[in-house]
Nanobody
Framework: QVQLVESGGGLVQAGGSLRLSCAAS????????MGWYRQAPGKQRELVAT???????NYADSVKGRFTISREHAKNTVYLQMNNLKPEDTGVYYC??????????WGKGTLVTVSS
């Protein structure tokens, strides 16, 4: 069982920045990949960014150049730095971890609200 705890969400004006954190109860060396997903009101959950155990990153086209995913092994934590935020970035952001077994786990989410 892997527990994921997100933090860092909040209210920010368009053009502002936030940094989300996801702390894992399992050493991230045992996790194949971690990622951030978001769900806007009335919409399906969508991928934002992922990072593999090898450090390969992947981003949704809508956030490329504005968001950066990174990880800190010593703290078993993955971050999402979000710059130049737009109102359409508003939503609940969820952390996801995929183990080598194929099982995946989700955090409870953190709300990001971007005002225009």
């Amino acid at each position: 069982q892997v527990q994921l705890v997100e933090s860092g969400g909040g209210l920010v004006q368009a053009g502002g920045s936030l940094r989300l954190s996801c702390a894992a109860s399992e050493t991230i060396f045992r996790i194949n990949a971690m990622g951030w997903y978001r769900q806007a009101p009335g919409k399906q959950r969508e991928l934002v960014a992922t990072i593999t155990s090898g450090g390969t990153t992947n981003y949704a086209d809508s956030v490329k150049g504005r968001f950066t995913i990174s990880r800190e092994h010593a703290k078993n934590t993955v971050y999402l730095q979000m710059n130049n935020l737009k109102p359409e970035d508003t939503g609940v952001y969820y952390c996801n971890a995929v183990l080598s077994s194929g099982m995946d786990y989700w955090g409870k989410g953190t709300l990001v609200t971007v005002s225009s």
